[in-house]
């Protein structure tokens, strides 16, 4: 059976309109003689229709162009049905696209996916709901939440709201346990990685891997605000935790198959950059090869 891809088509994604992408797809594909259809992304998540053409034999391959939330929310919904996905980068970040080495050029991203050549990508669960890449509780979550009601997309205004809220930001308490015993502490923020990006070629995990089978979590605790800036900062650019900061204990890393998080303040989540409901206790677990993805 020949391949047939469906392009799912994210309308707000990032800053860049869809306006010349559509034609170049719906080209490109052509010329490649593969079979194809293009829709809009839902906002609602719902991807019935669409599962019920791919458990019928009649889609092949998944592709979204958008960002690491439309990523998230196509996956969640279709991985079991074991469609291969795919990625055109449209996002404000797009930290999934970046830590696979799939290129932001919607030319070569197409070429990638073309090629068919496809690997296996872990995911996790928090509470039951699917993150395909990078989830977190607290700052970074507070301004994911106030990122979604701005009217531009893009990573000036993300720059901007996360400046607005860095100046009022407050550690908040937690609990993790796993395998080896509990903490208690105040931090900033917790992010639970399952790729090496943040977005945006910035690096917050630097052992994380897309299949290594282990959630990567990276826990920023209470500082003054000058070393909070210079050690996520730091730890953005360079991909690596400023040892003065790490040997003081001030930033924990650490993986783990799976871990709880008690979160009795309800500091607020965000699951693959886009804000969730919050919970006073998060069970976290691996989903190991959760789904295939185009690849280089």
Sequence with gaps: MGRHITYLLNPIAGTHGLRSLQPLIDKLTRDRG?????????????????????????????????????????TSALRHTGVRFGIIPRGSGNGLAYAAGIPRDPVMALDIIFSGKSAAVDGFMINNRFSCMLSGIGFDARVAHAFAREQKRGLLTYAKVSARNFFSAEPYPFTITGASGSIHTDAFFISLANANQFGNQFTIAPKARLNDGLIDVVVVQRMNKLQLLIAVLHQLRYGDIREDIFRKKSILYFQAEELVIENPSKAPLHIDGDPAGTSERFDIHVVREAFRLLQP
């Design 34 to 74: 593969i079979d194809f259809n293009i829709r809009s992304t839902e906002p609602q998540g719902r991807y019935t229709e669409l599962e019920s053409e791919i458990i019928a034999g009649n889609v092949t391959d998944v592709v979204v162009a958008g960002g690491d939330g439309t990523i998230s929310a196509v």
